[in-house]
């Protein structure tokens, strides 16, 4: 066989296997979702998560790594709403909240995009918070998740101030703090999950409560 044979499959074969390679993941990511949250972090082992997954142990530790960091590209996927993290920055609803010009819409586009990531998100953000309280490496993910996510909403509060329409008795903190605890999962868990809210009155409830809290009246 020529070179140039040799070359043309390779190319041919490249697409295929990183094709696979994704369906692989993605077997993988819905397993482990799948069982941590319906047995919980502790009580699921990485074999179970194999064989839920139609792959052998070895290709979980290579496509994605230990439990920890199946844990931790959960979190970060169901924040993405891909089978690939993607950086705050880089998302489209925070390209969105940039270019928007208005305070009223930079927080309208916001909740939308935190409503529809608590819906993936939930669940398996309370299992990493349940394996925190007895897994070390778990426990640094969560308190690195809670610190992005602070500094995340500091960066979205000096988006907002930067409108002219917050109010001039907040701190930039001060809003930071109150977008970051009622973004929270639990906050959803406790008004969806428990106080059946509906999804459309959770997204209504909290624009309305973000602008009469931190917008001067107009």
């Known amino acids: 066989m020529n070179d140039n044979v ?17 369906e692989r993941r993605h077997a993988i990511l819905g397993a482990a ?12 082992t990485v074999a179970e998560i194999a064989a839920d997954a139609g792959v052998s142990v070895d290709t979980v530790y ?4 230990r439990k920890p960091i199946l844990l931790r ?18 998302r489209e609803y925070v390209r969105a ?22 819906q993936r998100l939930a669940p398996i953000f309370l299992a990493l918070r349940e394996a925190a309280s007895t897994d070390s490496s778990c ?3 969560w308190s690195e998740i809670g610190e992005r996510r602070a500094a995340n909403m500091r960066e979205f509060a000096a988006d907002l101030r930067g409108t002219g329409q ?14 970051w605890s009622m973004n929270a999962t639990e906050y959803w868990v406790l008004l ?14 909290l624009v309305d409560a973000w602008i009469r809290l931190f917008l001067r009246p107009a």
Not at 168 to 178: F, I, Q
Not at 192 to 205: A, K, P, Q, S
Request: charged share 30%; hydrophobic share 45%.
């Open 6 to 22: 040799k070359a043309g499959k390779r190319r041919y074969n490249a697409p295929l296997r990183a094709a696979q390679a994704a």
């Open 33 to 44: 979702r799948h069982l941590f949250v319906v047995r919980g972090y502790a009580a699921t």
């Open 62 to 65: 290579a496509s994605i790594g």
């Open 73 to 90: 590209e959960l979190v970060e996927t169901a924040l993405s709403g891909t089978d690939q993290a993607v950086p705050a920055r880089e």
């Open 97 to 118: 909240i940039r270019e928007a010009t208005g305070a009223e819409d930079k927080i309208a586009i916001y909740v939308d995009a935190l409503v529809a990531i608590q």
């Open 139 to 141: 426990a640094r993910i």
């Open 166 to 179: 917050l109010r001039e008795d907040l701190s930039d903190d001060d809003v930071a703090d109150v977008i």
């Open 192 to 205: 969806v999950g428990e106080r059946d809210w509906t999804v459309e009155r959770f997204r209504d409830w």
